[in-house]
């Protein structure tokens, strides 16, 4: 059949994004519509919110990862905007400038960049903002952001290694608007650099 949802986020990873306000203080901001290629990460950000408005002025940013147990935290923060006043097309969001404590999230600071990293996410890339431009609608900037630097916990490398270990990270991922985890790894692609390197989990998170 035919359809035409409201939405396509057909299962694309969380997201937050930290990025530095006017006034020097940080802003953090869910958000889904996100993928890399290689070290380049392309990001589609609502036009008129304050992340945008800062990549604009300051192109500095953090790309923090969040796992399935942080869904609660991003919720919080779903429904806050930075942008005073709260725009027409955000009518169910209201004003927010402490988005790390309206979380409940700690900010961490970077090495290369200003704004501060999420210290609860295991995955955070440092990164800068080098090409901005409108979708065809004007409803959204998308960004190009080189990664300068990439922080995980230990938790989820591969020791001794410079390798996520695909079996103990697992990304909170957006389905049309619901939250979700990873299921059971079902296999590895030709090009895996740790397929026989990693020991997969049991369902009660345990190795095996």
């Known amino acids: 059949m035919e359809i035409k949802p409201r939405i396509l986020y057909f299962g694309t990873p969380v997201v937050l994004l930290s990025t530095e306000n006017d006034d020097g203080s940080p802003n953090l901001a869910p958000m889904s519509s996100a993928w890399a290629l290689g070290w380049t990460v392309v990001l589609g950000i609502a ?18 990862l969040p796992g399935p147990d942080q869904w609660e935290a991003v919720e919080r923060l779903a429904p806050l905007t930075g942008r005073f006043p709260v725009p027409a097309t955000k009518p169910r969001f209201r004003h927010e400038r402490a988005k790390f404590e309206a979380a409940g999230l700690t900010p961490e600071p970077s ?76 296999g590895h692609s030709f090009r895996s650099e740790t397929a026989g390197t990693v020991e997969a989990l049991d369902g009660s998170g345990n190795r095996r």
């Open 47 to 64: 036009a008129d919110g304050q992340t945008a408005h800062n990549l604009r002025a300051r192109p500095d940013l953090v790309i923090n």
């Open 111 to 186: 090495r290369l960049v200003r704004p501060p990293r999420v210290a609860e996410c295991p995955l955070q890339l440092e990164a800068r903002s080098l090409i901005e431009q409108s979708d065809t609608a004007g409803q959204f900037l998308i960004v190009e952001a080189a990664v300068l630097a990439v922080h995980a916990d230990p938790r989820v490398v591969v020791p001794d290694t410079e390798h996520v270990d695909p079996a103990a990270w697992s990304p909170l991922v957006y389905n049309f608007r619901h939250y979700f985890g990873l299921g059971p790894e079902l």
